[in-house]
């Protein structure tokens, strides 16, 4: 199969863009002139390094996460070494039991084979119990 | 459509991508008027103007569809240069730079004019046709009309490939979008043009 003719080709061959307009270069660079007299905005980081106000907020900021870093206890991993209260234990031991009755073992694909391919004449469990009455009688 | 593109037909001596690439092929005139700009010489913005405003006004206009708007982006983008005239020496390549500072405020201007009415963007016709061959004006309005079917994505990328002859791998350079971004929207711009010539008249 061939490829398809590039229509852009035909369509647009011996045509060109616009040009700008002749009066956009005075417009233009009049226009650039009065921005380039003007003195040039100072960089960012040096407006946020040159600001007082900003330097106060950071070291502000600063020395509240020093101080919350020393004075908060930390909660991250098991208390060692510290005595829960009663009533936070046992809420622990509970959701320990809920745990496990949540988290039950999983069926292995093994031994689901071996419950439903079983050998032949051993009777399944309707079977058996049919012959535990027969015997009984 | 085939007898629409026969409507079309090629015509030599035309301004081409190669004329229009002609000062875009090397860097490095482009990295002096940047690096005269950085050390204050302002008059070196009139020399940059001469080589990039057709370059920049045709993607803006292309971009937005309407003259007005094409124009502020140029101004715009010269506005910029002045402004962050002491970073331009850092500038690695000024044709990508000045092409995506361009491309993203006919962006924001596309953007703002939504929120405003305008005039229907056939109704100005941005295709030439050379001195020497008059009778192709009505071409290229039929041409536009076209042209102005397709998506601003779509538009852009065909104006930067087929009028600046720019790969793929520029265009997506200069637009910010990976390059198979920019061959998709030239694919599906085709496709578009394609269907819109099968469905003229």
């Known amino acids: ?137 | 459509m085939e007898a629409m593109t026969q409507a079309f037909p090629a015509v030599a001596g035309s301004r081409t991508a190669a004329r229009w690439s002609a000062a875009w092929e090397n860097a490095e005139p482009w990295r002096a008027l940047f690096a005269e700009l950085a050390a204050g010489h302002r008059e070196a913005l009139g020399r940059l103007y001469d080589l990039a405003s057709g370059r920049l006004y045709g993607l803006a206009l292309w971009r937005t569809g309407c003259p007005e708007d094409a124009a502020e982006v140029v101004q715009e983008v010269f506005v910029r240069m002045a402004e962050e005239r002491e970073r331009l020496a850092a500038v690695r390549d000024p044709r990508w730079w000045l092409l995506s500072v361009a491309h993203r405020l006919a962006v924001d201007v596309t953007r703002r004019r939504q929120r405003r009415p305008s005039e229907p963007i056939e109704d100005h016709p941005h295709l030439e046709a050379p001195a020497s061959d008059r009778a192709r004006e009505v071409d290229g309005q039929r041409a536009w009309e076209l042209v102005a079917e397709l998506s601003p994505k779509q538009r852009e990328v065909i104006f930067l490939h087929h009028f600046e002859g720019m790969s793929h791998a520029e265009i997506g350079r200069s637009l910010g979008v990976p390059t198979f971004t920019a061959a998709s929207r030239y694919r599906l711009g085709l496709a578009a043009l394609r269907r819109l010539l099968g469905s003229t008249p």
């Open chain 1, 1 to 137: 199969m061939s490829e398809p003719r590039d229509p852009v080709t035909p369509l647009l061959s011996s045509l060109a863009p616009s040009e700008p307009p002749a009066s956009l270069r005075a417009r233009t660079l009049s226009r650039a002139a009065r921005v380039w007299e003007q003195p040039a905005p100072p960089d960012r980081w040096r407006q946020v390094r040159e600001s007082r106000p900003l330097r106060l907020a950071w070291a502000a900021a600063v020395v509240a996460l020093i101080v919350a870093n020393l004075t908060l206890p930390s909660w991250s991993g098991s208390p060692a070494g510290r005595a829960l209260p009663p009533e936070v234990a046992a809420s622990a031991a509970q959701d320990r039991e809920l745990q496990e009755l949540v988290e039950l073992p999983r069926l292995r694909e093994t031994l689901v084979a071996i419950e439903t391919v079983r050998p032949a004449g051993v009777p399944d469990r309707a079977d058996s119990t049919d012959l535990d009455k027969e015997k009984s009688t």
